[in-house]
């Protein structure tokens, strides 16, 4: 495949995430260790080869020029299992497709790499960061690559004026010592510093950037930092506000398992998108297809893998891992609510986990519309008590999911060079009056701003008010605070601001 300059060409990449590849050979006997995990995830790994046998002959027939996968090759880090993917990734380099991968929390050093036997589980070998990068050696961590001395982070050139910044954000280190598979995600400081000089290097070459990364760079709803902080990676403000201010502009993420995508305007004025791509082994299994054209404008579009080679019952493959995500997905939204730190109590927890399973089945997705009565019902519920507000204004800005699209859009990037907002933007958000006596009015000209996110604290940071604004005009009544300096928050896809507010 020739492969030239954006300038000169359409560049077609596709996009998929969160593979969880599990080799059947890991599974002795079926039984109650394997079946209790099951029960307890939303992963479709008795179906994962098919799936991503199937996942390798579509991006063949898409035939694209590069073929990113954002984390989570596998279950839990098994060897065998990376060995296998690196297997099937093979098959799409030798048709000439550069491939591109990074970790994701489940793939390195992972405690629970297990072989399963009826009720008994044995350790497996899982992999070091060493191994990964070797077996991974042709799919991104080549000498071709630069690499971070302190993560599995890359940058490399796969066309001449495109470069891909492959962002490590995983914390496999503390696996042993916690005993555990460590869900979150961060930057070091060193990393980071890697990271804004790799991306300044290629805006100083007028490259286009194009990030990889495991975890969600941004928040993908409101609240979603508080609810599942294991999601984003931690201090996301700063991080995204440096990289962006770097030359950032697109972030390939994965993680939640959600179809979902995200724009930021940092505090001084530049753009940075959060494409998340869902899981391929769970409901709808989709993946992304995008046509980067001559003029830089992202056309991204969103398929799904519909048939594999397994028996669905006569079921096509987005019907039947439906039924299986609406058979487990009760299951672990009760066990989430009523475990630590959520602690909520039994009755409440199953009178409002139907509301919430037909929310995340709607999330994942992507372009979640029309609600039932029923979720309507339970997500105001949640928003009047003080212990579930959080929650419930979770599902709100969920359900009201703001532009862009989350499965089909068009971002144009040769309007970001710069980044710069103009005054125009800026004002599109009026806030008055400030100093305040009783009343804050919040007045939004944007339509396509609805949904977002307003918080209120005082200064020692106390959370005093938390709402969804799905109108133009929103107030907040402030008679009831001392005077003094608060804080207002209002954060969106496409906003995300802090003002200090003066009450006398």
């Not at 753009?271 to 991204?300: M, W």
């Not at 933007?425 to 396509?448: C, M, R, W, Y």
């Amino acid at each position: 495949m020739a492969i030239t300059k954006t300038g000169a060409q359409n560049i077609k990449i596709c996009v998929a995430s969160d593979l969880h590849f599990f080799d059947k050979s890991l599974l002795v006997k079926d039984g109650k260790a394997f079946r209790d995990y099951l029960n307890a995830d939303r992963k479709m790994l008795l179906e994962s080869e098919p799936i991503l046998k199937a996942l390798i002959d579509t991006i063949l027939f898409e035939n694209p020029d590069i073929f990113i996968v954002s984390g989570d090759l596998t279950k839990d880090g098994e060897k065998q299992s990376h060995i296998k993917v690196a297997g099937y990734l093979r098959k799409l380099k030798d048709a000439g497709i550069k491939v591109f991968v990074v970790p994701g929390n489940h793939d390195i050093n992972n405690p629970h790499a297990l072989k399963y036997n009826g009720d008994l589980t044995t350790s497996v070998p899982s992999v070091t960061p060493l191994e990964f990068d070797s077996i991974y050696s042709e799919f991104g961590y080549g000498n071709e690559s630069e690499k971070d001395k302190n993560s599995l982070s890359y940058a490399t050139n796969p066309i001449e004026d495109i470069e891909i910044l492959a962002i490590d954000a995983c914390k496999y280190d503390s696996n042993y010592v916690k005993k555990t598979n460590v869900t979150g995600g961060r930057l070091r400081s060193s990393t980071l510093d890697w990271l804004v000089n790799k991306s300044e290097e290629a805006s100083r070459e007028n490259k286009l950037l194009i990030g990889i990364m495991h975890h969600g760079m941004l928040e993908h709803f409101g609240g979603q930092k508080n609810l599942f902080k294991d999601y984003v990676i931690d201090d996301y403000a700063n991080v995204s506000d440096k990289l962006a201010m770097a030359g950032l502009k697109i972030v390939f993420t994965g993680h939640f398992h959600a179809q979902d995508i995200v724009g930021r305007v940092t505090k001084n004025g530049y753009h940075l998108y959060d494409i998340e791509t869902g899981s391929a082994v769970t409901f709808p299994c989709q993946y992304r297809v995008i046509n980067l054209t001559k003029d830089k404008k992202f056309e991204v579009a969103s398929k799904s893998i519909d048939r594999i080679e397994y028996n669905t019952g006569g079921k096509s493959l987005t019907e039947y891992s439906l039924d299986f995500t609406k058979t487990v997905m009760p299951g672990i939204i009760l066990n989430t609510l009523t475990a630590e730190p959520n602690n909520m109590p039994w009755f409440l927890a199953t009178y409002v986990e139907p509301a919430l399973t037909e929310t995340m089945i709607a999330h994942y997705a992507g372009d979640e519309k029309n609600p039932s009565e029923n979720v309507i019902s339970k997500m105001n519920y949640l928003k009047n008590i003080s212990s579930t507000a959080v929650l419930g204004i979770a599902m709100d800005s969920i359900w009201h999911d703001p532009l862009p699209s989350d499965l089909n859009t068009n971002i144009d990037l040769s309007n970001m060079n710069n980044g710069i907002l103009s005054k125009e933007e800026f004002e599109k958000i009026k806030i008055f009056p400030n100093p305040v006596k009783n009343g804050l009015t919040i007045v939004n000209s944007d339509a396509h701003l609805n949904g977002l996110l307003i918080s209120l604290k005082d200064v020692e940071g106390k959370e005093l008010i938390n709402k969804i604004c799905n109108d133009k005009l929103s107030n907040l009544d402030m008679s009831r605070y001392g005077n003094g300096m608060y804080i207002l928050s209002i954060k969106g896809k496409n906003l995300d601001f802090r003002k200090k507010i003066v009450k006398n």
